[in-house]
């Protein structure tokens, strides 16, 4: 599966595969120089947004209790298209 496929499967854009791969959480194996996404890495991405959502909604359920904490979003959370603004 190539990065596109990859990105359509987990809708997420291209830019939040790249983060993920330059932090070494997605290591894809290269072809011909190419990336190529096995069922691991979809699996592993899969955990990631579960692991971003499961984190988000700790973050509001603490600042909706009077916790200090700010609920900001992180930079790959602006990225994902399914988070509200």
């Not at 599966?1 to 290269?30: H, R």
């Not at 979003?73 to 298209?81: E, F, G, I, L, Q």
Request: proline share 4%; net charge negative.
């Amino acid at each position: 599966m190539n990065d596109q496929e990859f990105c359509n499967c987990l809708k997420v854009d291209t830019i939040v595969l790249s983060q993920w791969i330059d932090e070494g959480w997605i290591l894809p194996a290269y072809v011909d120089g190419m990336p190529e996404f096995r069922d691991a890495d979809i699996a592993r991405g899969h955990l990631i947004l579960d692991l971003m959502d499961f984190r988000r909604q700790c973050c509001r359920n603490r600042h909706n209790h009077g916790s200090d904490r700010s609920g900001s979003r992180t930079a790959v959370d602006a990225t994902r298209p399914d988070v509200g603004h």
